[in-house]
């Protein structure tokens, strides 16, 4: 049986071109973690990968059904407390320090994945990781109108990608209205080089 495949089933939702463009975002269930910290640390990366293998205890409890799928891409959400100010697009990652930075960690799921079968998921992992485990949660987010575009190569030119869609929100006359979107087509956690990485940025406007 054809195990379901979350990016093939919303192609729209994980394409982006290499130019500014307007998109109108669906509604959409994720598992998560919410947490808070720089992305350089090592525990962001554990997260990461306590959050794969939450999703991989979920999709063992639908195995051999016709509700089988499997694991999707990981995406991330990032802002900083109102405290820093208001940020444009293109500087959500310099307005605050690091190490206060906000963010979820999230993999979409079908939409018969509810938060009870997050909880069971959850309890069975180790007890050594409970502790960790405590941000994991059902989200469920709709963005509605956004600008996105496709970067690519490593992280630490963002900013170009998101000074490009913040050009084009002022010459469409459109502003910030909601929290920095991450979606990474190619995963970054297994190895040392970025230039392969393909990653679609967001912003609802």
Known sequence: MKELNITEKYPNYYAATDHPEVIYVENANFISILAKGSFTEKIFYERIALLKQAVSLIIDIFKDSDQAFELSVLEGLYWNDKKYGEHTISHVFDTGPLSELNYR?????????????????????????????????????????????????????????????????????????????????????????????????????
């Open 105 to 205: 960690l999230m993999i979409r799921v079908p939409e018969y994945v509810t938060a009870q079968h997050i909880a069971i998921a959850k309890d069975a992992l180790a007890p050594a990781q409970q502790a960790l485990s405590k941000g994991i949660e059902f989200f469920e987010y709709q963005e509605g109108k956004c600008i996105q575009m496709l970067h690519k190569g490593p992280f630490i030119y963002e900013f170009k990608t998101l000074g490009q869609l913040e050009k084009y929100a002022a010459d469409n006359n459109l502003r910030k209205g909601g929290i920095h979107h991450e979606i990474y087509l190619v995963d970054f956690t297994t190895g040392s080089s970025q230039d392969h990485l393909k990653t679609i940025l967001r912003e609802p406007v």
